[in-house]
């Protein structure tokens, strides 16, 4: 099955900063998206995109289908970012083990 | 729409017993996934359904569990019997292929 990498693991950022984080994966898929998992658990889903680039508000991501990688961008962090992102990807939606992120105030 | 819908919220029960977990999903949705979520394995996909049809369960962990969708609002994971290591968040969520995919919030199974 298709590998999913994400980097960095952990991040750790003063509220205001900016931060990139990385999913690469091991083979073409027409689908990938990214989730945001609170501190409560709730999984919610950002972005639905297998290429181009998409925004939502502090939040864009970008997708380069033939290098088999996407990003996501958090502008201007704030404390209610803080969680773990995930990226998920292919038909069967297979998931990477996460960017765990810390917003401190 | 009220959203994916699992129940119930969080399951105690000893080893031994049988566990049924339930999800209703989003309305016209074709696809259906449940996974279970632990710290040492992270988010694992169990099995997933199209139009009601089971089309990939190689992430079932043995043969104790089982899953079904009898209609395309309703499915159950079932474990029988339960063990101590089947202590997760299990997850179901659904959505249209190639679109957004859509969790509910969870059930939280503690085998005792």
């Known amino acids: 099955g298709i590998q999913v990498e994400q980097s960095p693991p952990d991040l750790i950022l003063q509220e205001g900063a900016n931060s990139t984080l990385r999913c690469n994966f091991s083979?073409?898929?027409?689908?990938l998206q990214w989730f945001h998992q609170n501190p409560w658990g709730q999984l919610i889903n950002l972005f639905y995109?297998?290429?181009g680039t998409k925004q939502n508000g502090r939040l864009s991501a970008t997708t380069v289908a033939t290098e088999r990688y996407s990003l996501l961008y958090i502008s201007s962090s704030q404390t209610t970012d803080s969680g773990v992102y995930f990226c998920a990807v292919g038909n069967d939606m297979r998931f990477g083990a996460g960017t765990r992120l810390t917003v401190k105030p | 729409d009220a959203g994916v819908i699992q129940s119930p919220r969080h399951e105690v029960t000893e080893m031994g017993q049988e566990v049924t977990l339930r999800c209703k999903p989003i309305?016209?949705?074709?696809?259906l996934f449940w996974y279970r979520q632990t710290m040492m394995r992270g988010l694992e996909l169990l099995i997933y359904?199209?139009?009601?049809?089971?089309?990939?369960d190689s992430g079932m962990p043995e043969d104790r569990f089982s899953a079904k969708m009898p209609n395309a609002s309703f499915s159950t994971l079932k474990i029988q019997p339960s063990e101590p290591r089947d202590s997760a968040v299990y997850f179901c969520a659904s959505g249209y292929i190639n679109e957004k995919l859509f969790f509910g919030s969870g059930t939280q199974l503690s085998v005792l």
């Open positions: 083979d073409s898929v027409n689908n």
């Open positions: 995109i297998p290429s």
């Open positions: 359904f199209n139009n009601n049809v089971p089309i990939d």
């Open positions: 309305s016209g949705h074709d696809y």
